[in-house]
């Protein structure tokens, strides 16, 4: 049920970041050279680049500590406590950065 979640929401945000327009480019399922971690969508904007993960967890999330964490427990374990998804995002997009050599200003998790 998860998997089918996140395809809904990287989907979503597909079609959200189609709407920026000829100044946008994006880039959609993105891994670096070595194949640590995937970037959902990599977007290139006059404003700079940027990483996207896209999550549906299926439950309200808050951040805490600089990270998403369940608002209660979500008994399906879709988002654990312990998880680290802003984490492993900006980790992704660092590898990415790396062997592309490039620069990211942001790394965003959509919700």
Known sequence: RWLLAKALAEEATARAAASLGMGATIFHDV?????????????????????LSS???GTDVQLVRGELQP?????DGALA?????VTWLVGAARALAASAGVRFAAAVVVV
């Open 71 to 75: 608002v209660a427990p979500d008994p």
């Open 55 to 57: 999550e549906d967890w």
């Open 31 to 51: 891994r670096p050279l070595d194949g640590a971690g995937k970037v959902d969508h990599v977007v290139l904007a006059p404003a700079g680049l940027f990483a």
């Open 81 to 85: 406590p312990g998880d680290a998804p």
